[in-house]
């Protein structure tokens, strides 16, 4: 098949000692300075992602029909016609803003609650600030997907009070128990992401250029995603493998029914077989050869 790579991955849930992860750790480590750039900690942002998310800004896409966005903006942060009735491009649409949108409640609410550059005591510590100024510049990259369709009107709405607290004392548990979950977040991230680029053609045939764009933005945060999943891996040891994927099935299936429109888009029982059996091999050439993978996985 095009684009397929050829070297064979192992499974996500590879077991590997404490020593191996914490080489792992100081590789990762060198990957994502040279990857996403200097942190602008004031910003939440980095130097690379600013330069490239300027470069998507500089080239606008034309769409070839003006976008109607009513039915968009009537069902993007709750979704008030029927799934069912909506075209696909507004049905795919919403269903991302409502993904990037807890993504952005959780990265507000970790950012908050874990050491700036400057208290980072370990090299974890740093990890974590770039990975989460990671998430804010997909973020930024959500945005410019619907600013491809002109939906400028589009504003960032918070969760309920709740859900805030919820993913603000999150990132404060200790490391054993915030582990597994903030692993499988990760993982249901790829599994989502590449569920998205496998209807892109369908859903936008008659927008190629709008198509190719939405692509681009997210090959960008897949490639960190797929980083991402094997950094978080690395925090794990038998325990929270085994315990990993006992709770994947609950937390897709917990997460996705707060989605209504990944009901008629996505076949969510699927999704949770793809993370079962994730092993990086389903993912195209040119993601794998500029993201990373843990050592134990390859
Ligand atoms: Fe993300
Ligand atoms: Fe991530």
Redesign the pocket.
């Known amino acids: 098949m095009i684009g397929k790579q050829t070297t064979k991955h192992r499974s996500i849930f590879t077991l590997a000692d404490a020593e191996e992860r914490a080489r792992n750790f100081e590789d990762y480590w060198i990957f994502t300075q040279a990857h996403s750039g200097d942190l602008i900690e004031e910003d939440k942002d980095l130097t690379r992602k600013r330069a490239l998310l300027q470069q998507f800004r500089n080239n606008p896409v034309q769409l070839s029909q003006p976008f109607p966005g009513a039915a968009f903006y009537r069902n993007y942060v709750e979704l008030k016609d029927k799934a069912e009735a909506l075209d696909r491009k507004t049905l795919l649409l919403t269903c991302i803003y409502k993904f990037a949108r807890h993504e952005w409640v959780g990265i507000t609410g970790a950012w908050k609650s874990t050491p700036s550059l400057g208290q980072a005591k370990h090299l974890t510590d740093k990890i974590s600030r770039w ?1 989460l100024a990671e ?1 804010f510049c997909h973020v930024r990259f959500f945005h410019e997907m619907f600013m491809t369709f002109k939906l400028d009107k589009l504003e960032w709405v918070p969760l309920s009070p709740f859900m805030e607290k919820i993913y603000q004392i999150f990132p404060l548990f200790p490391e054993i128990l915030m582990s597994p979950p903030a692993f499988v977040t ?1 993982l249901m ?1 790829i599994v989502f992401y590449r569920e998205v680029d496998a209807i892109l053609d369908e859903v936008f045939a008659d927008e190629p250029s709008a198509r190719d764009r939405l692509r681009a933005l997210l090959d960008e945060i897949t490639v ?2 797929i980083a ?1 999943v094997g950094q978080r891996r690395n925090y794990i040891g038998s325990l929270g493998v085994k315990l990993s994927k006992w709770m994947l099935p609950t937390l897709f299936r917990l997460f996705y029914a707060d989605i209504p429109e990944t009901r008629v888009l996505f076949d969510i029982e699927k999704m949770i077989k793809t993370g079962l059996e994730f092993d990086f091999n389903e993912i195209p050439e040119r993601i794998i050869e500029r993201a990373w993978i843990p050592s134990y996985c390859i």
């Open positions: 990975h998430e990760e991230g960190d995603e991402h």
